[in-house]
């Protein structure tokens, strides 16, 4: 067998709106501690630890805090792939095959999404290798999970025929089933849920897209040259991402191609897709419940409740999923629970940011929480990371006042410096040039009292930012 290396790529897009209000667009479910102290990101990294190291593809806004949490547990050379859009997983796949191929030689690319679950990984790295031998015969491995139930929310891979290899053709993919359909593909004993996660040589992949997709493979080949590398990640350019076709890694190639196979996997998958997977992948009390952060229940049976940051009690409860969080708080019967869409939907349509903002907002610097408002002014607790530094900026509509709760600050006002302390203070008026800056080796605690007559966050004109950004927020 050609020897080859395991490139893993982690796809960490997705907004994860089945699991509002817990995951929003500024803060999804790959990069939230759900079932553990580890977020799902974080998990998947580890899961693959015994092999080169990753890619991952991102979009523009997370890319700050997939970089942290991949620092926070000792990845620190990984390379990172800035999508500026989203193009759908096929050209996600070509932007790390081709980043792969300009990092060496030719390489098997592991494919995995960031926010799947995996109880059995000694079993998920068998898996990997008893594909490795077709991964070099140019093949293209899909990794289909042995059904449990007849589950109508997946879709399926069917297998060609009876195989007694463990590495099996496949004979078509099939769409998300109705629950008869679902029930005959279980019984049928030849049909792996299709769970996204691949193994494949990177220049197969790219001569297969070349060969069923054209046009995304050259426009990807396209954007991948004209990425600019920065020391932490290579930044594709918006415009060359957007010429490129939108279309999944199934319907691009794997469809398509004549050199499929299937890898049956038991492992104890979870794709955590809703609140209802989720309390089905977790641990349960006697009664069947799943309670996660201050929770006191009583008479309650096979419900799930979070709470956030405050104590939520439930009383005679049945089939429920209750979350509470600072600024939402969901309850709904754990079998509509894939309808939370739904409701992320009329939040974008009023205009309200709940679908995408939690209260507490991360930023590259640190965090925000925004703790009180009323008519003209606005209180934010804000913590500033250890040699992290908010941009250099001014307001036209607010002035901010500025409180030192713990750690020591520079505050840089009009091109004069000021050293705070604890219990020490600073008034930025509208119009002046300000930044802070966290000298010392410990996070910076303030509180940020602001006052006029527009108080959103696109009241920003940024002059300098250590963090290359422009038009975000600070």
């Known amino acids: 067998m050609e020897k080859r290396t395991i490139t893993p790529v982690i796809l960490c897009g997705g907004s994860g709106t089945r699991l509002w209000p817990k995951s929003r667009r500024m803060l999804p479910k790959q990069l939230l501690s759900l079932t553990g102290e580890q977020t799902m990101l974080q998990q998947t990294l580890e899961r693959v630890r015994c092999y080169s190291q990753p890619i991952v593809?991102?979009?523009?806004?997370?890319?700050?805090?997939?970089?942290?949490?991949?620092?926070?547990?000792?990845?620190?050379?990984?390379?990172?792939?800035?999508?500026?859009?989203?193009?759908?997983?096929?050209?996600?796949?070509?932007?790390?095959?081709?980043?792969?191929?300009?990092?060496?030689?030719?390489?098997?690319?592991?494919?995995?999404?960031?926010?799947?679950?995996?109880?059995?990984?000694?079993?998920?790295?068998?898996?990997?290798?008893?594909?490795?031998?077709?991964?070099?015969?140019?093949?293209?491995?899909?990794?289909?999970?042995?059904?449990?139930?007849?589950?109508?929310?997946?879709?399926?891979?069917?297998?060609?025929?009876?195989?007694?290899?463990?590495?099996?053709?496949?004979?078509?993919?099939?769409?998300?089933?109705?629950?008869g359909t679902a029930q005959a593909y279980l019984a049928d004993g030849n049909y792996y849920w299709n769970a996204g996660m691949f193994l494949f040589g990177a220049k197969t992949l790219l001569d297969e897209l070349a060969n069923h997709a054209p046009s995304i493979a050259a426009a990807s080949e396209k954007a991948v040259k004209n990425a600019i590398v920065e020391s932490d990640f290579v930044r594709l350019q918006k415009a060359d991402v957007e010429s490129i076709p939108e279309d999944s890694i199934d319907y691009a190639v794997m469809e398509k191609t004549k050199a499929g196979y299937v890898i049956p996997l038991e492992c104890g998958w979870s794709d955590v897709g809703s609140w209802s997977s989720l309390w089905e992948a977790l641990d349960k009390d006697e009664q069947g419940n799943v309670a996660l952060g201050d929770v006191i229940l009583e008479d309650c049976t096979d419900s799930l409740v979070f709470g956030e940051d405050h104590l939520v009690a439930?009383?005679?409860?049945?089939?429920?999923?209750?979350?509470?969080?600072?600024?939402?708080?969901?309850?709904?019967?754990?079998?509509?629970?894939?309808?939370?869409?739904?409701?992320?939907?009329?939040?974008?349509?009023?205009?309200?940011?709940?679908?995408?903002?939690?209260?507490?907002?991360?930023?590259?610097?640190?965090?925000?929480?925004?703790?009180?408002?009323?008519?003209?002014?606005?209180?934010?607790?804000?913590?500033?990371?250890?040699?992290?530094?908010?941009?250099?900026?001014?307001?036209?509509?607010?002035?901010?006042?500025?409180?030192?709760?713990?750690?020591?600050?520079?505050?840089?006002?009009?091109?004069?410096?000021?050293?705070?302390?604890?219990?020490?203070?600073?008034?930025?008026?509208?119009?002046?040039?300000?930044?802070?800056?966290?000298?010392?080796?410990?996070?910076i605690e303030l509180i940020e009292v602001q006052s006029g007559s527009y108080l959103g966050e696109d009241d920003i004109v940024r002059f300098d930012d250590i963090y290359g950004r422009q038009a975000e927020p600070a």
């Open 57 to 179: 593809v991102c979009n523009e806004d997370h890319r700050f805090m997939v970089a942290q949490q991949a620092r926070e547990i000792g990845f620190d050379d990984l390379t990172i792939i800035i999508e500026p859009v989203g193009r759908n997983t096929a050209p996600a796949i070509a932007f790390a095959a081709l980043t792969a191929l300009k990092n060496g030689e030719d390489t098997n690319l592991l494919v995995l999404p960031a926010d799947h679950l995996l109880d059995d990984v000694d079993q998920f790295h068998a898996a990997v290798d008893s594909g490795l031998q077709t991964s070099a015969d140019k093949g293209l491995v899909t990794f289909g999970i042995v059904p449990t139930a007849p589950e109508t929310g997946y879709g399926y891979i069917q297998m060609a025929g009876e195989s007694p290899e463990s590495v099996k053709p496949i004979a078509q993919f099939v769409e998300k089933p109705d629950l």
């Open 314 to 443: 439930a009383i005679g409860i049945d089939n429920l999923i209750v979350v509470d969080t600072k600024n939402a708080t969901l309850v709904a019967p754990k079998d509509r629970a894939q309808e939370v869409k739904a409701i992320v939907s009329k939040l974008k349509v009023a205009g309200r940011d709940e679908h995408e903002l939690h209260r507490e907002v991360v930023r590259p610097w640190g965090k925000y929480d925004s703790i009180g408002s009323g008519p003209r002014f606005q209180v934010k607790r804000i913590t500033v990371n250890p040699g992290a530094s908010l941009s250099l900026q001014m307001h036209h509509h607010r002035a901010e006042h500025w409180v030192v709760v713990s750690g020591t600050a520079i505050v840089e006002r009009d091109g004069e410096e000021i050293m705070l302390s604890e219990n020490e203070s600073v008034y930025i008026p509208i119009g002046a040039k300000h930044r802070l800056k966290n000298p010392g080796i410990l996070p």
